[in-house]
T-cell receptor, first 113, second 111 residues
C-alpha cells in the first residue's frame, strides 16, 4: 500500500529564516507530486506540482521554491520566510491517470513570527 | 485563473440532509471532485463526477452537476455527527495534473 509522509508536523520560525519541508511517498513509483498551502479560513492553493524528477511547475509567483531530487521526494523551501508564509502546507501525490485522485499527507503547520 | 467558489459554513441537525454547493468558471473542466478534510488532517476523496454526467450516487452521497450553470452540489443524506468536517470541491482541467480547489465549506452537524 502507498503512504505519504510529511515532516515536520509543526514548525515555528522567525521572519527571515530559511525553510525546508519534506514530503516522501512510499509504495508507488513515478507519482505526480503537489504542494498546497491552506491559509487560515481559506481554501487550498496549489503552489507547485511535479510530474518527474527535476520537473517542477509553479502555479503562483511567491517566496517559495520546490525541488524533486528523487522520484518520491518533494521538498518545499524558502530562503527568507515572510509573515504571509504562515499556513498549513499539504503535500499530495497522484497516479498519472485521467481520474486524478489525489492522496494527501498529514500536513505541516507553519507559523512565522 | 480558475475560480472555484463555495459558501463557507453550513449547519444542519443530525438526521437531516445537507447540501453543499460549488460553482466553477472554467468550462474545460474534465472531472469534478468532492474532498473531505477532518480537523488537523489532510484531505480524502469522497467522490468525483465526470463532466459529461449529471448525477452520481454513492450510498448517502449524491453529486449533481449542472454544466450549463457550472454548478456542482453534494447532498449528504441522513447527516451524522461524524460528517462534521470541511468539504472541498475541486476541478481538474484538460491538463489532468492541475487541480483547483474551492475555499471549503465547514459543515457542522448538531445532535
Amino acid at each position: 500500500s502507498q503512504t505519504i509522509h510529511q515532516w515536520p508536523a509543526t514548525l515555528v520560525q522567525p521572519v527571515g529564516s530559511p525553510l525546508s519541508l519534506e514530503c516522501t511517498v512510499e509504495g508507488t513509483s513515478n507519482p505526480n507530486l503537489y504542494w498546497y498551502r491552506q491559509a487560515a479560513g481559506r481554501g487550498l492553493q496549489l503552489l507547485f506540482y511535479s510530474v518527474g524528477i527535476g520537473q517542477i511547475s509553479s502555479e503562483v509567483p511567491q517566496n517559495l521554491s520546490a525541488s524533486r531530487p528523487q522520484d518520491r521526494q518533494f521538498i518545499l523551501s524558502s530562503k527568507k520566510l515572510l509573515l504571509s508564509d504562515s499556513g498549513f502546507y499539504l503535500c499530495a501525490w497522484s497516479r498519472d491517470r485521467e481520474v486524478n485522485e489525489q492522496f494527501f499527507g498529514p500536513g505541516t503547520r507553519l507559523t512565522v513570527l | 485563473g480558475e475560480d472555484v467558489e463555495q459558501s463557507l459554513f453550513l449547519s444542519v441537525r443530525e438526521g437531516d440532509s445537507s447540501v453543499i454547493n460549488c460553482t466553477y468558471t472554467d468550462s474545460s473542466s474534465t472531472y469534478l471532485y468532492w474532498y473531505k478534510q477532518e480537523p488537523g488532517a489532510g484531505l480524502q476523496l469522497l467522490t468525483y463526477i465526470f463532466s459529461n454526467m449529471d448525477m452520481k450516487q454513492d450510498q448517502r452521497l449524491t453529486v449533481l452537476l449542472n454544466k450549463k450553470d457550472k454548478h456542482l452540489s453534494l447532498r449528504i443524506a441522513d447527516t451524522q455527527t461524524g460528517d462534521s468536517a470541511i468539504y472541498f470541491c475541486a476541478e481538474s482541467l484538460y491538463n489532468f495534473n492541475k487541480f483547483y480547489f474551492g475555499s471549503g465549506t465547514k459543515l457542522n452537524v448538531k445532535p
